[in-house]
């Protein structure tokens, strides 16, 4: 019903920034929140913002807040992400829910190493 994909995904120094994007397409209005997710390898997948389309009510994990910004263009969600360190090297993942569904894409990696 809804296809997700994210790039943007990359090698970046401690300190550096990176943009990610995750493109959506299919019936794209059936979505009413998005979020960005992340994970590495033997730990359990953390959510790390969350944005709500019907109003401005936008949730950060502790470990990004003040750091990173979700944000929404029509289809397309970004996750600005700024002061990168070491402990947000993960594959990040977009997601997506209907009423009756989430949706998500393949994961883009990010490392954050010098």
């Known amino acids: 019903q809804v296809q997700l994909a994210e790039s943007g995904g990359g090698l970046v120094q401690p300190g550096g920034s990176l943009r990610l994007s995750c493109a959506a397409s299919?019936?794209?209005?059936?979505?009413?929140?998005w979020a960005w997710f992340r994970q590495v390898p033997g730990k359990a997948r953390e959510q790390v913002a969350r944005t709500w389309l019907a109003s401005d009510n936008i949730n950060y994990s502790d470990s990004v807040k003040g750091r990173f910004t979700i944000s929404v263009d029509r289809t397309t969600l970004y996750l600005q992400m700024n002061n990168l360190q070491p402990e947000d090297t993960a594959v990040y993942y977009c997601a997506a829910n209907s009423e009756d569904a989430e949706f998500w894409g393949q994961g883009t990696q990010v490392t954050v190493s010098s």
């Open positions: 299919g019936r794209t209005f059936l979505i009413f929140t």
